[in-house]
């Protein structure tokens, strides 16, 4: 599998990570095949939150790991945190948060657990998970500064920030902040829509998040493309969804053509875009993670980039 850099530094890491918010319902033996899978596919980025699971996703990652053939070495460990979760309204895999803590006791406190849970000794990458309205600049920037100075993290991101969001944090911190997590796929497409429907009136032209497409790319932060078959928060995956008949037809074509999944052309569809983007895998099926991943390896011509895009529905101005 392919590497890209990480932000603008010279850590590489595989193209197609592993998120592990539905680890919570495998055995430790399941996990870990899981686990063994996705390295042997060339996956070596691992992404996880203090919330998956209300933190089991994280208690049987680390047992897993353990049981497996693998090392930590073998491995870069991210996890989120700064969301407070409310049991009340969480069940299984689904956790809704009450309200979001970007305090520096929150934030260190948040890293020891995921630590504990996941039995390392360090993070290669924490993000703040999602923007806190009441975040206090310097709370971060001290977090950050002793979770650095303590080992504890070595990179340090965001996830959902707007490009605004983004900037006011890293003049706050020391750290530069190599990654922003965002949902995008070929049915999520808010970021690429807006900067082609520029000086235009229709629904398409307006800018929900601020231009992060084009800010990712001038500040040479990495995409974490968080939902990469999914065409809502919760509405389900658009692979095989008869009301993406022409998608799936068009996805099937490509398919055939390289001699892959459906779901590995969706994953070759986001890395054809020139900005340094990184796709999240949810699966926990090692099958799937297999025929997904090896989209890394394809590489769409232009034509056949616009064609899926058009097939979700999608046009030129």
Do not use: C
């Amino acid at each position: 599998m392919k590497n890209i850099k990480i932000g603008q530094t010279n850590w590489e890491a595989s193209a197609v990570a592993l998120g592990i918010m539905r680890m919570n319902v495998l055995s430790t033996a399941d996990a870990a095949k899981t686990l063994e899978t996705a390295v042997d596919t060339g996956i070596n980025f691992i992404d996880s939150a203090d919330i998956y699971g209300m933190g089991k996703s994280e208690e049987v990652f680390g047992a897993a790991l353990k049981q497996s053939s693998l090392n930590r070495d073998q491995l870069f460990i991210q996890s989120k945190g700064g969301i407070v979760f409310d049991p009340a309204r969480s069940h299984g895999s689904l956790v809704f948060g009450k309200r979001y803590d970007f305090s520096k006791q929150h934030l260190i406190a948040a890293v020891d657990g995921i630590l504990q849970r996941m039995q390392i000794d360090y993070l290669d990458s924490f993000l703040l998970h999602r923007p806190d309205p009441l975040m206090e600049l310097d709370q971060v920037a001290a977090a950050f500064d002793e979770l650095q100075a303590s080992g504890k993290v070595r990179h340090f991101g965001v996830s959902n920030f707007n490009p605004e969001q983004v900037a006011m944090v890293q003049g706050a911190v020391s750290q530069r902040l190599l990654i922003n997590q965002l949902q995008f796929s070929i049915a999520h497409t808010g970021m690429i829509d807006y900067g082609l429907h520029t000086n235009m009136t229709d629904p398409r032209s307006i800018n929900h998040d601020g231009g992060l497409m084009e800010y990712s790319r001038r500040t040479n932060t990495t995409i974490q493309a968080w939902s990469p078959f999914q065409h809502g928060l919760f509405a389900g995956t658009f692979i095989n969804d008869p009301e993406f008949k022409e998608l799936n037809d068009k996805l099937a074509e490509l398919a055939d053509k390289y001699h892959a999944s459906k779901n590995a052309i969706a994953v070759a569809w986001l890395l054809r875009h020139p900005a340094s983007v990184q796709v999240m895998l949810g699966t926990m099926n090692p099958a799937h993670i297999k025929d997904s991943a090896a989209g890394a390896d394809i590489t769409l011509t232009k034509q056949e980039w616009y064609d899926v895009y058009f097939a979700a529905g999608n046009d030129l101005p």
